[in-house]
């Protein structure tokens, strides 16, 4: 069984600033993927990046990247040049072959 | 970009009544799948569908749940008789192939049981 552990419920930034949100999983698979999700106010879930287990390249994707630590299982998220459109709940999610397992979730608050 | 398509946004429904939350995924998906969120919790797995059957469910799906593909288009989530604890928003979603690559979620019914 998979699982995905977010330790953060909560965390703020400064407009303009560097964030990182924290994630750690667990699997005993080889082969994964691992996913962060945003969801807003509207509760849509929107992909914000994703992580393949067999690269060792840590994705990134305009101003998000991650921090991608197979052998101490973690996989947080940094956003930089923080923006107000990035106030939402992050989820940190982990697949193996057919479902998604996801964290608690972090409410990520940016201050103007 | 293609959309999963899900309706209605919101139900309200009776305890004890049925409802059926819809979902059209993207036409040439081969992978469905249920979540659900109750407000304020993390997203939960419900149900995957293949090949016209389901290929794997969750403790939440209990006998009160079904799942469907009536026809080509859509994918519909029965719940027989809604208790309280039902209420949640339900996210369908769909994806091409088994590789988990990228997994489209439709934008929700947020399902209210009085």
């Known amino acids: 069984a998979q699982t995905v552990t977010q330790s953060q419920p909560e965390m703020s930034v400064q407009e303009a600033e560097t964030v990182t949100l924290s994630c750690t999983y667990d699997t005993s698979e080889s082969d994964y993927y691992l996913f962060w999700y945003k969801q807003p106010p509207s509760r849509q879930m929107i992909l914000v990046i994703r992580?393949?287990?067999?690269?060792?390249q840590n994705a990134t994707e305009n101003r998000f990247s991650v921090n991608f630590q197979k052998a101490a299982k973690s996989f947080s998220l940094k956003i930089s040049d923080s923006q107000l459109g990035d106030a939402a709940m992050y989820f940190c999610?982990?697949?193996?072959?057919?479902?998604?397992?996801f964290g608690a979730g972090t409410i990520l608050r940016v201050k103007s | 970009e293609p959309e999963v398509t899900q309706t209605p946004s919101h139900q309200v429904t009776q305890m004890g009544q049925e409802v059926i939350l819809r979902c059209v995924p993207i036409?040439?998906?081969?992978?469905f799948y249920w979540y659900r969120q109750i407000l304020g919790q993390k997203v939960e797995f419900l149900v995957s569908?293949?090949?016209?059957?389901?290929?794997?469910k969750s403790e939440i799906f209990d006998d009160q749940f079904s799942v469907e593909r009536p026809d080509g288009s859509n994918f519909t989530l029965k719940i027989r008789s809604t208790k309280l604890e039902d209420s949640a928003m339900y996210f369908c979603a769909s994806h091409p192939t088994r590789s988990n690559e990228k997994l489209f979620f439709g934008s929700g019914t947020q399902l209210s049981v009085l």
């Open positions: 569908f293949y090949n016209n059957e389901i290929s794997e």
């Open positions: 999610a982990i697949t193996t072959r057919d479902k998604l397992v």
């Open positions: 036409s040439n998906h081969l992978y």
């Open positions: 992580q393949e287990a067999y690269k060792q």
